[in-house]
């Protein structure tokens, strides 16, 4: 696939290197700071991979991951120009500035919020409930037969495919949760991981009780 990535930060520099990696027809990496940091992940991730400006990003994309601050959410999607018939996977979460609370949930998502703003796309909520740190450790053991499991969710069925090979390729087991609404749910779960893994005693290695107790580990 042709893979966007609107967000170059933790989550969309290291999903889009690992898609890379996994031998996807191209990645674009866009939406940073400063133009050499995208140069930089680019040239890490190897000879599938390019930086560039969101609208490049979006224009000829198979699927684009959504990865940037609920904050910048409406910048990128004007940067990025026309998404109609995108699949879009976002794995943001709506955040407030300070990043103590979601701003939208109980009876709303971001996912959800995120389809009212584009219509024309097709998004899938996907990736918010694992932290960045162990993205690389879970890719370079995706050979494992007992892979991590991780959720997805959305109203689209080809999108949710293209979203699942995406997760499988990454070195996860993807879960079908349901329809996008289902969000609402995914998106304090994945506050509770990541409370879990950067406040708590043990580390990110905590979010995987979750999977073991799954499993009756
Ligand atoms: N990190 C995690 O473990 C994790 C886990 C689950 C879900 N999430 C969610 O995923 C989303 C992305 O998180 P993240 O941790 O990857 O965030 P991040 O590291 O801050 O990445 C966001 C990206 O947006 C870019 N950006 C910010 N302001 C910009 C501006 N004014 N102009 C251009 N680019 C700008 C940043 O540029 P720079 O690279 O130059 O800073 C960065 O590349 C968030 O909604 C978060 O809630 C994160």
Known sequence: MRVGI???GLMGG???TIFARAGHHEVVFSYARGQEKLERLARDAGPQARASTPAEAAREADALL??????RVDDVLHRAGDLSGKVIVTCSLPMNAQDTGLVIGHT????EELAKKVPKARVV????TVPSEVLFGVFESRDRADKPSLVYCGDDSDSKRIAAELIRDAGFDP????PLRIARYTEPFAL???????EGAGGPELAYRFEWLGKGR
């Open 6 to 8: 609107l967000g170059s």
């Open 14 to 16: 290291k999903l889009g």
């Open 66 to 71: 959504l990865a940037v601050h609920w904050s």
């Open 108 to 111: 709303a998502s971001g996912a």
């Open 125 to 128: 909520c996907a990736f918010n």
């Open 175 to 178: 879960v079908d949760a349901g």
């Open 192 to 198: 509770l991981v990541a409370q879990l893994a950067y």
